[in-house]
Each structure stands twice: as structure tokens, then as C-alpha cells.
């Protein structure tokens, strides 16, 4: 009985020290869980054989049971490894078995996978390509492919407009170009300027002769616009503009950009012939650069395309739009242009013009004194004549015709950065301008006018207490731009969706998937306080094509994608696994563990939901073995093994003693 005793101690102490050696060489292995053995006595006894007083037949070792207890978190300086905080496993795909593990250190394969050093495949919830989670679990996987481009649906702009700004002046013009012999010829010599703001009426004269040295001459559009321009509220220029073909003269040597071999050309300003060097030059490009190379610093060309009556263009032979010669002097001289071929040439004379305008000080009409019926308007009949047009009208190239201003990038179909612009130009307040404010809006791509802004503007109204009521009636605060057609540097459509067919079938928001280059811009959250213009937020949904960059793992497990266009993607999220009896799973190597009837079916779910740990990114699980208490254990179990040595020793002496009685 005592060697079989001894024999089932040593046994045990063997385990002991197994166990306890197989923890230590694990102390560094990630992910790992300690074991530690349990014992059981062992008695013998029959149906009718116990005793009072049982002696027991030893020890035997009834399971070695893991402990499933935290292990430190140490980081790392991968962004895919993750250790769990709290309960739970990693689910590893091996092969089609399905295996648990707490060790996070993963990597990506060749074809994009997330994998353990053993190449077993992790599982979680897969995403859609918008990166929404679908919630079916599969093998996770990377794409490294381009991020395709989105284009831009939604703008929407969080601005304050300085409700201090005062309404710009507009300078309106009422008069057309007035020729200097349309002014001399009137019978009269004087008019009367009447201002709108109360000031005393102004008789103002204009000769027909100038006298200069004893010599008169009729006075020149220059110096009518000269003494214009000394009239509070009134400005003018003068110019003369001088196109071939367009005066009705024509030469068929000048329809084609070649000129006539025997071609003649000569200018004269004010009677006095300018020298332009001809020699050499055959085209009418060549032309023109002699003329801009003239000794008159006040005279230039260029070329402009022909067109006819109706202003439809005029093609030659091949099908290309004729070239006309125009030219300009800025000073508004008399030109005489004289040109032709084979010897004949023909004189074309023209008079400088005086553009006048005036600003909203002068009254709409300006012409006899009502009150003296003598005095008569030199310029009534060019005013007659004229348009009502803003001279100082919205410029998105000249900041003092708006108030403020703000730009954005936006992308095309294909990814193409455009810059879209916002101007805002405050109006006078409609009606008795109490309790409402008014703006006008005016957007620009790319240096073209869009959402119809080009012909008519938006408008924004604000109430009292400066938020926003509407623009264009629409509460929402909202701008539909239907039609904008997507260029390259060149000014040329670049291949990407452009505007809607039907642009009153145009809806917000933006059904997907877009079809058209049609997007919305919000104002909603926009106000008018008295405070300096600013841009609270501005942000839009597009974004140009990018390359995969990085990867982040949130709290939740969601694996992200970074790309180079600062976007980010989700790709899937980690799925883990917890079990009613964790000390059920048995482990079957690599630091894995796999599913047993003891352990029950896994509850499968997301990190951080239920009784499920979160994920630490970049980190790992280190082993839970306290080196420590296994250095004891393991004295205690080589103790325990030499006792049980000493036992099967003594019961050899004992049984030797009596073998040796005589």
C-alpha cells in the first residue's frame, strides 16, 4: 500500500512540475493563460467494506484548469494588433474551423486578410463599399484598392453676414455713346444737370468751336468728355473704335488671315498720319502687331471674330471664322483708316465717342429746364438713345462691387477639384426696411457664374433678430445649382457629369446614386449680426480619388482605412466570442482554444456591447503567468516529489527489514 501511495505522489508532483514548467516557458507568449493543477485524495472502499477509520491510497490529479484572468496591456507599434480589455475572444477562421484566441497580434496577407502569425483567417462583420457594417460576420479583409471619387451633393455653409455693412453706391449708367459731331450739330449749346438730392440745379455749356492759336476747329468726344467729368455726378470717357469689315467697307484680301501680296494700310488720329511699318508683313496677325508697335502710345489692335447683321459668325472656305482688325485709341481721337490692294485703297473716318454716366444723385431725366424753356440739352438725344444698366453692377473680379465673400473646393464626377464661390452683396431693406434685411447672392465655379446668378441673383432675407427666413421664398434655406458643366484649366467641358436634362426634376437631397453634376448649397444655419464676417463651418460630402495610407482600430473594433485625400473608410468591424463556462474550452495549441460540450455554444457580438471587453488598438494581451508564484510552486512541487520519494524509500527499508528476519 505505501509504494503504491509514494508511486501516486510522485505522479502528482511529476504533473505539478510539468504544469508549472509549461507556465513559465509561456511567460512571454502573448495571449497566453497560466494552468495550475488540482489534486484529489484517493480511498478505498467497497458496497460493505468502509471503515471507521479509511486509509487513503494516495493522490491523483483530477484536471489542470486554466486561468482565463487579465494579462497586462502592453502597445506596439503595429496598428493591427489589438488586445481585449475585459471578457471575450478573437474568432479565427483555420481552414474552416472555427478556433478562439486572446492573442491579438495580426497582420494582412497577400490577398488583403486579417491574419495571426498562423495564418488563420480573424472574423468579424464586413462592410458595405459606403463602409456601413452589414452585420454578417465573415473573414475580414483589407481593400487596397483607390478610394473612387464622390462627388459633390451637399455644400453646406454656416456664415454670419455683417448686418453693419452699408448697401454699395450703384452708379447708373443713362446715356449711350454720344459722338462729338452728334453734340456740335445741336442748335443748343447749354443743358441741366438736376440732382436728386435737393442740391440747386446745374446749366452747364459746351462749345461747338474750340479756338487755339488763332485757329478754330469743332470740339473733339476727348475734351467733351473732359468738361463731363468736371460735373459733380457725372463721369465720361472717350474713345474711338475703328473695325474692319464691320463698317461695311470689306476686302476680299482680308477674309482669309493672309493678306493680299500688293495690300496697302495707312492711319491717321486727328488728320495726323501714323507710321506703320508694313514691310514684311503678309497676315493679319502680323498686322496687327505692327500697328500695336506704332509710335502712338494711345492706339491698339487685336483680333475679334466676324459676324454678321444677326451676329451669327462668318466662316471662310474651311469652315473657320473670319478675323476682323480692330482697332481702339483711348483717347477718343478722330481716326481715319485707309487700306486696300492692286493700287486702290479707301479712307474710313471715324469720330471718338463720350460714354457718359452718372451716379443715383442725378435725376432719371436730364434735359431742358422745366422752367425755362430756352435752355436745351446737348446730350437728350444720346440719352434718348440709351440703356438703364449699373456701371459699378456686381464684378466678382472687382471686390468693392460686393461685401463679402467665401470659397470652397467641390468635386466633379471624376474627382476634379473645382472652386465654388460665394459673394454676398447687401441690398437696400425691402418696403419700410423694418424688421427684415436683404442680401443678394451670387455664386461662381471656377470663374463662371452658375445657378443662374449670371442674369439674377439670389435672394436672402433675414429677420429681425438675424436669422435666416428665406432664400428665394424657400424656408429651408436652400440652393439648387442645376447648371454647372464640370471644365478643365482650358475652359473645356472635362468628360464628368454634367447638369441635369431635366432640371425641374432636380430634388433635395440628392437621390443616390447621383447622376448629374446637380448639388445643394445650405444656408440654412447662416445669420446677419453686428458682428465682423466670419465662417462658422463650411463642409461638403465630395472628395477626389485617394490611395489606402493607414489603418485605425476604434475602441469598438472597427477596422479604418486611411487614404492621401483625407478621407476614411470603415472596412469591417471584429467580431468576439464569450462562453458560459470559459474553463470548458480546451486548448489545442498556438495560443487557440476551440469550442467543447462543457463550454457551451459561443454568444457571439460586437466589442464593447454586453458582457463583451473593448479593443485596445495598437496593443497587446502579454501572458497572465506571475513568474513569481511559479518559482515557488515549482520548489513546492520538487518538494513534494522528493517527500514521495522518501515514502517508497522507507517502505523499502521496512519491507527489506522483514524480509531479512530468520
Not at 491579438?104 to 457594417?133: C, E, P, S, W
Not at 477639384?417 to 423694418?434: C, M, S
Amino acid at each position: 500500500m505505501a509504494f503504491n501511495t509514494g508511486l501516486s505522489g510522485l505522479r502528482a508532483a511529476s504533473v505539478d512540475l510539468e504544469v508549472t514548467g509549461n507556465n513559465i516557458a509561456n511567460a512571454s507568449t502573448v495571449g497566453f493563460k497560466s494552468s495550475r493543477v488540482q489534486f484529489g485524495d484517493l480511498y478505498a472502499s467497497g458496497f460493505l467494506s468502509a471503515g471507521t477509520n479509511p486509509i487513503g491510497d494516495g493522490v491523483r490529479v483530477q484536471d489542470v484548469a486554466q486561468s482565463f484572468g487579465q494579462g497586462n496591456i502592453s502597445f506596439t507599434d503595429n496598428g493591427l494588433d489589438m488586445a481585449i480589455s475585459g471578457d471575450g475572444f478573437f474568432i479565427l477562421n483555420n481552414g474552416g474551423e472555427v478556433r478562439y484566441s486572446r492573442a491579438g497580434q495580426f497582420t494582412i496577407d497577400k490577398n488583403g486578410f486579417v491574419i495571426n502569425n498562423q495564418n488563420m483567417k480573424v472574423q468579424g462583420y464586413t462592410a458595405d463599399d459606403d463602409g456601413n457594417l452589414s452585420g454578417i460576420r465573415g473573414d475580414l479583409q483589407v481593400e487596397t484598392d483607390n478610394l473612387a471619387p464622390r462627388r459633390t451633393t451637399n455644400l453646406k455653409s454656416d456664415l454670419n453676414l455683417d448686418s453693419r455693412e452699408s448697401v454699395l453706391e450703384a452708379r447708373v449708367n443713362r446715356f449711350a455713346p454720344i459722338s462729338a459731331t452728334d453734340i456740335i450739330t445741336n442748335t443748343g449749346d447749354s443743358f441741366v444737370v438736376q440732382y436728386a438730392d435737393g442740391r440747386p440745379k446745374l446749366q452747364v455749356d459746351i462749345p461747338d468751336q474750340i479756338t487755339k492759336d488763332g485757329v478754330s476747329r469743332p470740339i473733339t468726344a476727348r475734351e467733351i468728355a473732359g468738361q463731363l467729368n468736371d460735373i459733380p455726378g457725372i463721369s465720361a470717357s472717350a474713345t474711338t473704335s475703328f473695325r474692319f469689315e464691320g463698317d461695311g467697307g470689306g476686302l476680299s484680301g482680308l477674309e482669309t488671315d493672309l493678306l493680299a501680296p500688293d495690300f496697302s494700310f495707312s492711319v491717321a488720329i486727328d488728320g495726323q498720319n501714323i507710321p506703320i511699318s508694313t514691310s514684311g508683313v503678309t497676315t493679319k496677325e502680323g498686322l496687327v502687331s505692327a500697328i500695336n508697335s506704332s509710335s502712338a502710345s494711345s492706339l491698339s489692335a487685336s483680333l475679334v471674330g466676324a459676324v454678321d447683321a444677326s451676329g451669327n459668325p462668318i466662316l471662310d472656305g474651311t469652315g473657320e471664322q473670319v478675323q476682323d482688325i480692330r482697332i481702339i485709341d483711348n483717347r477718343g481721337s478722330d481716326l481715319t483708316v485707309e487700306y486696300g490692294s492692286g493700287g486702290s485703297t479707301t479712307p474710313y473716318d471715324k469720330v471718338g465717342e463720350a460714354s457718359v454716366s452718372t451716379d443715383r444723385t442725378v435725376q432719371d431725366i436730364l434735359t431742358t429746364d422745366p422752367t425755362d424753356p430756352s435752355v436745351t440739352s446737348l446730350i437728350a438725344d444720346g440719352y434718348a438713345a440709351g440703356e438703364l444698366a449699373i456701371t459699378n453692377a456686381f464684378n466678382p473680379l472687382d471686390q468693392r462691387t460686393y461685401n463679402h465673400a467665401t470659397s470652397t473646393t467641390i468635386f466633379d464626377s471624376l474627382g476634379n477639384p473645382h472652386e465654388l464661390t460665394q459673394f454676398f452683396v447687401k441690398n437696400p431693406a425691402p418696403g419700410n426696411g423694418v424688421g427684415v434685411s436683404e442680401w443678394s447672392i451670387y455664386l461662381q465655379i471656377d470663374g463662371e457664374l452658375v445657378g443662374g446668378t449670371a442674369s439674377s441673383p439670389y435672394t436672402a432675407r433675414f429677420t429681425e433678430d438675424g436669422t435666416l427666413q428665406s432664400i428665394n421664398g424657400d424656408a429651408n434655406g436652400e440652393i439648387l445649382i442645376t447648371d454647372w458643366t464640370p471644365k478643365d484649366p482650358a475652359g473645356e467641358p472635362n468628360g464628368a457629369d454634367g447638369p441635369p436634362a431635366d432640371p425641374q426634376s432636380v430634388v433635395s437631397p440628392i437621390p443616390e446614386p447621383p447622376t448629374s453634376s446637380a448639388f445643394v448649397l445650405t444656408l440654412s444655419d447662416t445669420t446677419q449680426y453686428g458682428a465682423s464676417f466670419g465662417v462658422n463651418d463650411q463642409r461638403q460630402n465630395g472628395y477626389t480619388t485617394g490611395r489606402l495610407s493607414g489603418l485605425d482600430v476604434s475602441g469598438e473594433g472597427v477596422i479604418f482605412a486611411r487614404y492621401t485625400n483625407g478621407q476614411s473608410k470603415s472596412l469591417g468591424q471584429v467580431a468576439l466570442a464569450a462562453f458560459n463556462n470559459t474553463g470548458g474550452l480546451s486548448p489545442v495549441g498556438d495560443t487557440t482554444w476551440v469550442e467543447t460540450f462543457e463550454s457551451g455554444q459561443p454568444v457571439i457580438g460586437s466589442p464593447a456591447t454586453g458582457t463583451l471587453g473593448s479593443i485596445e488598438a495598437s496593443s497587446v494581451e502579454e501572458s497572465n503567468v506571475d513568474l513569481s508564484a511559479e518559482l515557488v510552486n515549482l520548489i513546492i512541487a520538487q518538494r513534494n516529489y522528493q517527500a514521495n520519494a522518501k515514502t517508497i524509500e522507507t517502505s523499502d527499508a521496512v519491507t527489506q527489514t522483514i524480509i531479512n528476519l530468520r
